[in-house]
């Protein structure tokens, strides 16, 4: 196990490097560049191109990238274009509204989808199934953006019950529990409509997974041993239909993180996402670049920690 | 002495897309306490549905038991609520199935799996039933049991994991081990360690076996009863030595036939013709009829009653008063037996 982790991590390096390249290159693909957004329009086109030729923009682009990279490693991530801030520092600004966000949603995705695939699974050709299955195809298919307005309008604009935007009430100086209260009050609508197509999705992995490890001889066997029905099915067969749900876990890290931009732009949310929007529109490359890179890492990351769930989950896997 | 199981004219049917299929037709056998009772029969004369039957292991809702008891020591189990059949099931009957290579949990290990049972009916400790694991892999002949009992199924082979279920039917000591097709899946050799273990147990353990099988090989070596089976009812039913000495019924005889003997070397194997009719297509009379060689127009009218000649159970036209072959100028004994075959 601890060989195989090793192994992994030494693979990722040569992806990471990879990822840094297509980064940069997607960058220098794009049209405009930062020149254009930050220039004076009065300035002569000579000094422009002094000014660019100073900036090293001028470089070849091997010279650029490694400069880049150079400064990546030593934990320099730039500076935005605008306000020259360093991007590192924003990023980490930025961090841990986006932490709370999608680890709500994902922690929300499994604790509700799976339980409500076992009990599709073992409610099968009844009611329940049938509603569950429509909600889980509107789930999927509801885009966030419509989802998460619907829901601004009816519980925060209509009802009142939950607040439109934010992280925290603006001016309120709570402490303590009522703090904690405030972030949970906050947190829901937008984990909600970001976990909606996760949970939908796990369900219907579980559901399915769930339904062919029933039909398996061990689950007659566990019947044969008067094992109460609970215990077959959360036992003997839980245990064995989460192995490929397991994949949809590796998977949801970043479709979260990416859904994010979206969600949190939609409830102001002050985390990555909205961060990555403003930049895009802004062309802010240098924040551009470290999101992107933040995100690759995200996504190894997942595959890795899917991999060693994989081992700890089916025996007859080992590395 | 009185009989541990009794089963009583026994119907299951199944119900796919409206239609009825009798997998088992009003089946009766009974078993005593220590008896080996060999249910023997080809792919899809009801052997397996028989035993799930037993233990109320039939999926619903495609499947349900419309009729019949089944008395496990006075009681009908058939009757009985879940909660009382799962005290029954693992504890007092329990089972062991064909398939040695799936029917255990990949995700958990053997011993877990042993000590499942102990747990849930003899109240043992996780401790206490651990020790009980051990002792009973020891017991089914799994050699280095400490080290075998933290191992997952994969990590054993097929005759190795038999040994563990029947480790596993055996831990609470039943007074019913239901055994289905036990050693189908297993190569020969194998084969007959596994009959023998099951010998050897039934002697020392005095557990009653209901044996389910289509190899009369098996049946000779370990029964001591036989009940032969074809599309959803018994028609022969006997002691094994009058069974394999004297078989009544055509389709007995016929399975008999088809069983290459060592002593007569044959140029052809001779297999009973045709192919075990699906249950719905058999409208009237003897079930047999399509691929009898006596068949006679009563056969096709009417269905043969079981027939009791003197303890020699058997359905089959033949036996009856009024019985007129025309033709065939042979009598039902003569076919020779290969016990032991």
Redesign the interface.
């Known amino acids: 196990m601890k060989k195989y982790l090793i192994k992994r991590l030494l693979q990722s390096i040569p992806i990471l490097i990879g990822i840094t390249i297509m980064t940069f290159a997607i960058m220098q693909l794009s049209p405009g560049n930062p020149m254009q957004t930050m220039i004076d329009p009065k300035i002569s086109s000579e000094e422009m191109q002094r000014a660019q030729e100073n900036l090293g923009l001028n470089d070849p682009l091997p010279v650029q990238y490694f400069t880049w990279i150079k400064e990546v490693f030593t934990g320099n991530l730039g500076y935005t274009v605008k306000t020259g801030q360093p991007v590192g520092q924003l990023i980490l600004e930025r961090l841990p509204a986006t932490l709370l966000l999608t680890g709500t949603a994902f922690v929300m995705a499994f604790v509700v989808g799976i339980p409500l695939g076992v009990y599709s699974a073992t409610n099968r050709f009844k009611a329940p199934d049938y509603v569950l299955t429509v909600l889980s195809f509107i789930g999927i298919s509801i885009p966030s953006f419509f989802f998460g307005l619907g829901m601004i309008f009816i519980f925060a604009l209509k009802l009142g019950w939950m607040p439109t935007s934010g992280m925290v009430t603006i001016g309120a100086d709570l402490t303590g529990f009522a703090k904690f209260m405030d972030y949970v009050k906050h947190v829901t609508m937008p984990s909600i409509v970001l976990a909606l197509p996760t949970i939908a999705v796990v369900m219907r992995f579980t559901r399915s997974s769930m339904l062919e490890v029933l039909n398996?001889?061990?689950i007659?066997?566990?019947?044969?041993?008067?094992?109460?029905?609970l215990k077959v099915n959360l036992k003997?067969a839980l245990?064995?239909a989460l192995?490929p749900v397991i994949t949809i876990f590796g998977l949801s890290i970043p479709f979260l993180f990416g859904g994010a931009y979206i969600t949190e732009h939609i409830f102001n949310w002050p985390g990555m996402g909205s961060l990555g929007i403003q930049s895009i529109v802004a062309r802010e490359y240098p924040v551009i670049m470290a999101l992107n890179l933040f995100t690759s890492i995200l996504v190894m990351t997942g595959n890795l920690l899917a991999d060693v769930m994989y081992a700890w989950?089916?025996?007859?896997i080992r590395y | 002495m009185e009989n541990l199981l009794e089963v009583n004219n026994l119907k299951t049917y199944f119900y796919n897309d409206g239609a009825e299929t009798a997998a088992v037709d009003g089946v009766s056998f009974e078993l005593k306490k220590g008896e080996t009772l060999g249910l023997v029969g080809e792919s899809g004369s009801g052997k397996s549905v028989t035993s799930l039957s037993i233990l109320q292991l039939i999926q619903k809702p495609h499947g349900k038991i419309i009729d019949g008891e089944v008395i496990f020591k006075g009681k009908d189990l058939v009757k009985m609520g879940e909660k009382e059949i799962r005290r029954v099931r693992g504890n007092d009957i329990s089972m062991i199935f064909q398939e040695p290579m799936t029917s255990l949990n990949p995700v958990f290990t053997v011993g877990n799996q042993i000590m499942e049972v102990l747990t849930q009916h003899q109240g043992l400790s996780k401790k206490e039933a651990r020790v009980r694991a051990i002792e009973m892999l020891k017991v089914v002949g799994i050699p280095s049991a400490e080290q075998r009992v933290d191992q997952y199924p994969h990590q054993l082979s097929g005759g190795m994991r038999q040994r563990v279920m029947i480790a596993m039917a055996l831990a609470c000591n039943p007074d019913l081990l239901i055994a289905d097709e036990p050693t189908t899946a297993l190569d020969v050799t194998t084969q007959a360690q596994i009959l023998e273990l099951m010998n050897e147990l039934k002697e020392k353990l005095e557990t009653a076996i209901l044996l389910i099988t289509h190899d009369l090989g098996v049946v000779a070596e370990t029964a001591d009863k036989v009940a032969v089976m074809y599309l959803g009812r018994i028609v022969e039913y006997s002691d094994v030595e009058t069974f394999f000495e004297e078989p009544k019924h055509p389709y007995s005889q016929g399975l008999i036939k088809s069983v290459p003997s060592i002593d007569n070397r044959v140029d052809r194997l001779n297999p009973i013709i045709g192919q075990v009719p699906h249950p719905s297509e058999v409208k009237s009379g003897c079930r047999f009829a399509s691929r009898c060689e006596r068949v006679q127009p009563i056969c096709l009218q009417d269905e043969p009653n079981l027939i009791d000649l003197q303890g020699h159970k058997v359905r089959c036209w033949m036996y009856s008063d009024n019985w007129i072959e025309k033709g065939v100028e042979t009598n039902a004994g003569e076919v020779t037996s290969s016990r032991g075959a």
């Open positions: 398996q001889d061990f007659r066997t566990a019947d044969s041993k008067g094992l109460s029905k003997h245990r064995n192995i989950a089916d025996p007859r």
